[in-house]
C-alpha cells in the first residue's frame, strides 16, 4: 500500500507470530496499540492495549476470540489513533483494467468495535476531500490487481487526515447506502464483473443524491454493555417499505427465535433522504414504527442516538457512544405518568375492539350505546418501574368518546383510528385525543396482562401490567441471580473455560470464567474478595442471562 501512494499508520504485519516479536513490535509503535485479527471482521478478535503491563493478557484474548471466529490466530498491530473516525470507500473493479468508487460511508458511531449506525456520505468531510479519499482507494484496489466489490477503509483523525486501516473483499452489510446515493444495484454490477463485462458506468458518470442512513437492528440489551440476547420475537413490526427511501433487509419474522449461536443482527434499516435532515427525521419516524417484543433490542437506544444534539451535527467518533454515555443512557423515570395511564386505557379498549367480529351489526359498531345510562369501568394497572398500583375509572360516553379518572382529576378522551382498518389491525397503531391534543402510538397485549406501548417520538417501551405481578420461584441455579456473592451470566452463551475451582481464594475482577456468544468472549470476573464456594457450569454448557455460574463465600 505505501509503494502505491497510500497512506498508512506505522505498524507491524510480519509473519512471525512470537509474542516476543509483537511485544518488541507494539514497543516499537509506541503505546497505545491496536491488535488485530488478520483475517478479522465485524470487531472480532480486536483490542486496544494502553500499556505494555496489558499487553500479553490483551493479546492472549484477542488470539482466542479470533480462533474462534476465523480459525486463525495471527494478529497485525497498528498504532491506535485517539478518537478516530471509521471511513470506508466503496470501490468496484472489473476484469479489463477499469476501477471506479462510489464514494464514501462513515461508520463511526461503535460499541466493542462493532457499527451500529452508519451514513453516506460522510458527514463534515467537503467533496474535494471525499474525492481524495476515493482517488486512494481507488490506488489501493489497483496495487493488489483487485476485481470486484471491495471496501477499502481508513481511520481518519481530526484534522481529516486518513490512513487505510483494511481492505474487504466482499460488499458490506451497509453497501444499501451507497446504492440509495448513487442509484445503483452493487448485486447486479458483481454479476456483470464476474461475466466479463465492462463496468456499468465510468466515474464522472456516478453522481451522489442525496443522504442515507442504515440502522443495524439487534438483539441487545444496551443498558447491560451491550449484551447480546437471544429468545423468540414475540412480536416484530416493521416500518412499512417505500420505494427509494425505505428499505428493511431481514431473515427473521414473528415467532422466529434469535439464537445464541449466530450475530444478534434482526434486520437493517436503510432510509434515503434529499439532504442529511430529511433523511435523519425519515430514520426517526422509522424507528418509530418498530414494534419488538420478546426480548430487548437497541431500537430504544439507536431513538436516542438520532436525536443526540451531536450526532446531529455530525460531530461523530468512535468513541462517541462513551463520550456521550450520560446524555444517550438516562434513567427511566420512577414516577407513574398520568398520561401513560391514560394511553394504556385507550390502547386496551382498542384492543378488545380489535377482537370483536367485522360485522355490521350495530352491537359491534356503537361500542358505548346504552340505554339507560353510560357505562362505566375500572382499570387497574400495576407499572413494572416501581409495583406502583393506579386505578382508572373509565366512563363510556355516548358521544363514542370517554372520560377517564384518575386521582379525581378526569380527561375526556377518544379513540380516533378506525378499528375497522386493516393495517390499523395489523399494526395495532392507536391514534387519539387526549384532553386538546392527539397522539399516536403503538400497543400490543401480552397473554393478557402485560400491555405495551410504543410511544411515537419517545425513547422507551413503556409496559403496564393489567393485573398484579405474580412472583414465581426460580429454578435453584438462578435463584441468587441478585445476589453480591456470585458471579452470573451476563448474557445467554456458552462456557468456554471455567478458570477457578472450588477453595480457591479469589480477589476481586479476578477472571473467574470466559463465555462467547455470538462468536464474541467474555470474561467474567468477581464481584468480591472471597474463597469459590460452588462452580455450577462446566465447560461446553450453555447458560442463560443472569445464571449464577460461580458462587463466592466470604472468607
Known amino acids: 500500500m505505501s509503494d502505491a501512494g497510500v497512506p498508512i499508520i506505522p505498524g507491524y504485519h510480519g509473519e512471525d507470530q512470537s509474542v516476543e516479536k509483537l511485544r518488541l513490535e507494539a514497543d516499537r509503535i509506541g503505546y497505545p496499540v491496536m491488535l488485530k485479527a488478520v483475517r478479522g471482521g465485524g470487531g472480532k478478535g480486536m483490542r486496544i492495549c494502553e500499556s505494555p503491563k496489558d499487553f500479553e493478557a490483551m493479546l492472549e484474548s484477542a488470539k482466542s476470540e479470533a480462533m474462534k471466529a476465523f480459525a486463525n490466530s495471527d494478529m497485525l498491530i497498528e498504532k491506535f489513533v485517539v478518537k478516530p473516525r471509521h471511513v470506508e470507500v466503496q470501490v468496484f473493479c472489473d476484469k479489463l483494467g477499469n476501477a471506479v468508487h462510489l464514494f464514501e460511508r462513515d461508520c463511526s458511531v461503535q460499541r466493542r468495535h462493532q457499527k451500529i449506525i452508519e451514513e453516506a456520505p460522510a458527514p463534515g468531510v467537503s467533496r474535494d476531500r471525499a474525492s481524495q479519499l476515493g482517488e486512494v482507494a481507488v490506488k489501493a484496489a489497483k496495487a493488489v490487481n483487485y476485481v470486484g466489490a471491495g471496501t477499502v477503509e481508513f481511520v481518519m483523525d481530526k484534522d481529516l487526515n486518513f490512513y487505510f486501516m483494511e481492505m474487504n473483499t466482499r460488499l458490506q452489510v451497509e453497501h ?7 442509484g445503483q444495484d452493487l448485486v447486479e454490477w458483481q454479476f456483470k464483473v464476474a461475466e466479463g463485462s465492462p463496468l456499468p458506468l465510468s466515474q464522472s458518470e456516478i453522481q451522489v ?13 444496551p443498558d447491560s454493555n451491550f449484551m447480546p440476547g437471544a429468545g423468540a420475537l414475540t412480536r416484530l413490526v416493521a416500518p412499512e417499505p417505500v420505494a427509494n427511501e425505505v428499505r428493511i433487509e431481514t431473515g427473521v419474522e414473528q415467532g422466529d427465535d434469535v439464537s445464541v449461536h449466530y450475530d444478534p443482527l434482526i434486520a ?3 432510509v434515503w433522504g434529499q439532504d442529511r435532515s430529511l433523511a435523519l427525521r425519515k430514520l426517526a419516524s422509522s424507528l418509530d414504527s418498530y414494534q419488538i417484543l420478546g426480548l ?17 451535527k455530525g460531530d461523530v467518533n468512535t468513541d462517541f457512544i462513551p463520550d456521550n454515555y450520560g446524555s444517550l443512557f438516562k434513567s427511566s423515570d420512577s414516577n407513574v405518568n398520568n398520561e401513560s395511564v391514560l394511553k394504556a386505557c385507550l390502547a386496551l379498549i382498542y384492543l378488545r375492539r380489535l377482537q370483536l367480529p367485522k360485522s355490521g351489526s350495530p352491537w359491534n359498531t356503537l361500542h358505548n350505546f346504552r340505554i339507560n345510562s353510560e357505562e362505566s369501568e375500572v382499570f ?3 407499572s413494572p418501574i416501581n409495583n406502583e398500583t393506579v386505578s382508572a375509572n373509565v366512563k363510556f360516553l355516548s358521544s363514542g368518546g370517554f372520560s377517564i379518572e384518575i386521582d379525581c382529576e378526569a380527561t375526556n378522551c377518544e379513540i380516533l383510528t378506525d378499528w375497522k382498518q386493516l393495517d390499523s389491525v395489523s399494526h ?4 387519539c385525543k387526549i384532553g386538546d391534543h392527539i397522539v399516536t402510538f403503538g400497543a400490543a397485549l401480552a397473554h393478557q396482562s402485560t400491555l405495551s406501548l410504543f410511544p411515537s417520538g419517545s425513547s422507551e417501551i413503556i409496559e403496564w401490567h393489567v393485573e398484579p405481578v405474580q412472583k414465581t420461584k426460580m429454578d435453584d441455579k438462578a435463584s441468587k441471580s441478585g445476589s453480591d456473592k456470585s458471579a452470573m451470566a451476563p448474557m ?12 480457591d481464594v479469589i480477589r476481586m475482577n479476578d477472571p473467574l470464567v470466559v463465555m462467547t456468544a455470538m462468536k464474541m468472549e467474555y470474561t467474567i ?17 450453555t447458560v442463560n442471562r443472569h445464571t449464577v455460574i460461580v458462587d463466592i463465600a466470604d472468607q
Open 176 to 182: 444499501p447506502i451507497t446504492e440509495m446515493i448513487t
Open 525 to 541: 470476573k468477581a464481584p468480591k474478595d472471597g474463597m469459590v464456594q460452588s462452580v455450577l457450569f462446566n465447560s461446553g454448557d
Open 492 to 503: 445467554t452463551g456458552i462456557i468456554d473455560k471455567v478458570l477457578v475451582k472450588v477453595g
Open 209 to 221: 443524491n442525496g443522504h442515507s442512513f442504515e440502522a443495524r437492528i439487534y438483539a441487545e440489551d
Open 380 to 382: 387497574k394497572w400495576r
Open 268 to 270: 437493517k434499516l436503510v
Open 428 to 431: 395495532n397503531n392507536v391514534r
Open 296 to 312: 430487548k433490542t437497541n431500537i430504544c437506544f439507536l431513538k436516542a442516538l438520532s436525536s443526540h444534539e451531536a450526532f446531529i
